[in-house]
């Protein structure tokens, strides 16, 4: 079965300073991969995903996240971050087939 | 247009008591997932609809959880008998096709005292 982990619960980091969030998943098969955002009392929102193609994945609000099949990895990057970039972070991963299987979640913690 | 709808937003129940959770997916989507979000978790999977049918049921802890969407379009999960460890916050999601980027609504969270 496949599984997504996350491997920071937490992630504390100045404002402006590159963050690097990491995401591993377990799959024999092909899949997709997405990044969600969960702001403070709102619903998860789509940050970006990888179907297939380029491996860079460019998302909403300067982020990026590279696909590197032979690692298993998914980890999402932004080169300078902002107080409003702090949410609760989820990787995901999709068999081709449906449901998406979430991690744990990376809260990122932006402090001035 | 607007987006995925849940209702309640919030539901305090007792312990025993049967429940109903409403999801109004975004209109014209096919696909409406349930998931359920405990405290410091990832959403975690309970069942997903291609129109009117469930096509994947596997994460339905037990037989008091039950969902429908008679006619394609709202669904309803049912729970029943609850117990306190069903409290969390019910996540609904749809998207227009099967592994195209779900929408999720806001959620309900549910408490059992």
């Known amino acids: 079965a496949q599984s997504v982990t996350q491997l920071d619960s937490q992630v504390p980091v100045f404002e402006e300073a590159p963050v690097e969030l990491r995401c591993n998943y377990s799959?024999?098969?092909?899949?997709?991969l997405f990044w969600y955002v969960q702001y403070p009392n709102q619903g998860l929102q789509l940050l970006l995903k990888?179907?297939?193609?380029?491996?860079l994945v460019k998302g909403i609000n300067g982020f990026e996240a590279e696909f590197n099949k032979s690692q298993t990895s998914f980890h999402l990057r932004k080169p300078s971050v902002h107080i409003s970039d702090t949410a609760e972070y989820f990787c995901a991963v999709s068999p081709t087939g449906g449901k998406l299987i979430f991690g744990q979640g990376t809260e990122l913690s932006v402090k001035p | 247009g607007a987006g995925v709808s849940q209702t309640p937003s919030n539901k305090v129940t007792e312990k025993g008591k049967y429940v109903e959770l409403r999801c109004d997916p975004i209109s014209g989507h096919t696909a409406l997932y349930w998931y359920r979000q405990s405290l410091g978790q990832g959403p975690e999977f309970l069942i997903y609809?291609?129109?009117?049918?469930?096509?994947?049921d596997s994460g339905l802890p037990n037989d008091r959880f039950f969902a429908v969407r008679p006619e394609g379009s709202v669904s309803t999960l049912k729970i029943q008998r609850t117990e306190r460890g069903d409290s969390a916050v019910y996540l609904c999601?749809?998207?227009?096709?099967?592994?195209?980027?779900?929408?999720f609504g806001n959620g309900t969270r549910l408490t059992v005292t």
């Open positions: 609809f291609q129109g009117t049918g469930a096509a994947d």
């Open positions: 799959s024999s098969v092909s899949v997709y």
């Open positions: 990888y179907l297939s193609g380029s491996t």
């Open positions: 999601a749809s998207s227009s096709i099967v592994n195209s980027p779900l929408h």
